[in-house]
């Protein structure tokens, strides 16, 4: 059978370290990569199957810091203008 010739890439510590792109390239392409140490294997990467990654919904910041902080949550703005009046009153 043809599979018993083709051979899975390897990679050593040093080149995940430094030459990660190429390795990026070949899991786009779909490959499996043996990671050794010491001519050992300590790791395999492989790609993940397309439609696979959820997407994970980001919180809503803002609420959560009223609802923490109630009234004592500032605009950007309102920092703003109260960082010039710091500013202002060292000044003079």
Known sequence: MWTYFVRMKT???RELRNEFPKLEAWLGEGE???IEKRGQPIAMLTPV??????KVPMPDFMAR???TWCERVFSEEEV???REAE???EEG
């Open 11 to 13: 990679a050593t510590l």
């Open 32 to 34: 499996q990569i043996c």
């Open 49 to 54: 199957a397309a439609g696979t990654v959820k």
């Open 65 to 67: 810091m009223k609802e």
């Open 80 to 82: 703003k203008a109260m």
């Open 87 to 89: 500013l202002e009153g």
